[in-house]
């Protein structure tokens, strides 16, 4: 554990846990499934600690659903509801984009989908609003990023990091090292995606995901999201991605695989990625009945790596210090590409840290294409 937790902050973690897992039964026994959890003990609950560990998680709507039940403490179901009324507020401004944004994509002739987000919300619980904030999570073609790019900046939206000449000149640097550009601006960010995956062949190519979407209802408009076994191994992804440390991804693992009644088809990197992150979800919040995964075809996994990054950093959820590039040592990066043969993606880590942290410095370099073909022996 790192130095930087208090006990009083792991304790509330450990507490939110319990709290979830409680809570997630109580979902999957309105859902007529017979699951038991013991109601968790909050003797000595603090509520600052502890609010702040829900608002890290990201899961305020769901304690403050089952709070009441719970016999959550005044004081901090006070700071709960608040949280989640907040989160509840800026997720509306979420469904009232995102099909705007989409629209605006359609009406140029550029496929799109959006994931994550409202989308995911609403697949998971039926409602547009239970995960609260966030980004406008858009996915499109790899060749359609220029065009894409263009239609947003003319909104009014701007690039995170880079200019949009240095996006022209690293492009070909940019589009094999990281998979988004994120894009700033009101009254949502929105993410542009050219693959779901920061690894590569962790989920099927974008294309495939556009072909198979479906289209659900956000708020009377028509959304274009991944399809559901899709969503079912994104949301996995996401979990990995976060190095394990996410009760949101957890919750949202959880809701997606108790809907599911037909098995999976996952075969290769992406089902040892994914049944690793199903196999963590179960072990820390359960929520599924006894053999359910076994039902779905996800094989065992081992989950002990998982389970370390957690417990490491289950205390600092919105750390951005992921496991990756040249800050981080060998084991927490072998760990975290695990699934993507580590020696094979090396280049690619270190090529995504030199170019998030310089390329914004630098003038257009001579030949991006070149460097990548050096690199990587592709074009």
């Given at each position: 554990m790192p130095?930087?937790?208090?006990?009083?902050?792991v304790r509330q973690v450990d507490v939110l846990v319990d709290v979830a897992r409680w809570a997630l039964a109580r979902e999957a026994q309105a859902a007529g499934l017979a699951i038991a959890a013991p109601l968790p003990d909050l003797a000595g609950l603090d509520p600052l600690p502890f609010c702040s560990a829900v608002r890290g998680h990201r899961v305020s709507p769901l304690v403050a659903e089952h709070g009441d039940d719970l016999g959550l403490p005044h004081a901090a179901?006070?700071?709960?509801?608040?949280?989640?009324t907040q989160e509840a507020l800026a997720a509306m401004t979420l469904a009232v984009q995102t099909p705007r944004v989409?629209?605006?994509?359609?009406?140029?002739?550029?496929?799109?989908?959006?994931?994550?987000?409202?989308?995911?919300?609403?697949?998971?619980?039926?409602?547009?609003?239970?995960?609260?904030?966030?980004?406008?999570?858009?996915l499109v073609h790899e060749?359609?990023?220029?065009?894409?790019?263009?239609?947003?900046?003319?909104?009014?939206?701007?690039?995170?990091?880079?200019s949009p000449a240095q996006v022209e000149h690293w492009w070909p640097l940019i589009r094999w090292s990281t998979r988004e550009l994120l894009l700033l601006g009101t009254p949502a960010q929105v993410d542009l995606h050219w693959s779901v995956t920061q690894e590569h062949g962790l989920l099927p190519p974008t294309a495939d995901l556009l072909a198979r979407a479906q289209v659900i209802d956000v708020l009377g408009a028509p959304v274009t999201t991944l399809g559901d076994d899709d969503t079912l191994l994104a949301a996995c992804y996401h979990l990995h991605h976060d190095a394990y440390r996410s009760l949101r991804h957890v919750v949202d693992v959880i809701r997606l695989l108790r809907s599911r009644t037909a098995p999976v088809v996952w075969q290769g990197r992406p089902a040892a990625m994914a049944a690793e992150s199903a196999r963590l979800a179960v072990a820390l919040v359960g929520g599924l009945p006894q053999g359910h995964l076994e039902a779905l075809g996800i094989p065992p996994a081992p989950i002990a790596p998982a389970l370390r990054?957690?417990?490491a950093h289950r205390h600092d959820p919105m750390t951005r210090d992921r496991p990756a590039g040249l800050t981080s040592t060998f084991t927490?990066?072998?760990?975290?590409?695990?699934?993507?043969?580590?020696?094979?993606?090396?280049?690619?880590?270190?090529?995504t840290y030199l170019l998030m942290r310089l390329a914004p410095r630098l003038e257009a370099p001579v030949n991006a294409a070149g460097i990548v073909q050096a690199v990587t022996g592709r074009r």
């Open positions: 130095s930087t937790a208090s006990a009083a902050q179901m006070e700071q709960v509801q608040e949280l989640a989409l629209d605006l994509l359609a009406a140029a002739g550029i496929p799109a989908l959006a994931y994550k987000g409202v989308a995911l919300s609403l697949l998971t619980t039926g409602l547009a609003t239970d995960r609260g904030n966030g980004d406008v999570d858009l060749c359609d990023i220029p065009a894409a790019l263009g239609l947003l900046q003319a909104q009014g939206l701007r690039l995170e990091v880079f990054q957690w417990q927490e990066t072998r760990d975290s590409y695990r699934h993507s043969r580590f020696v094979r993606e090396l280049p690619r880590i270190a090529s």
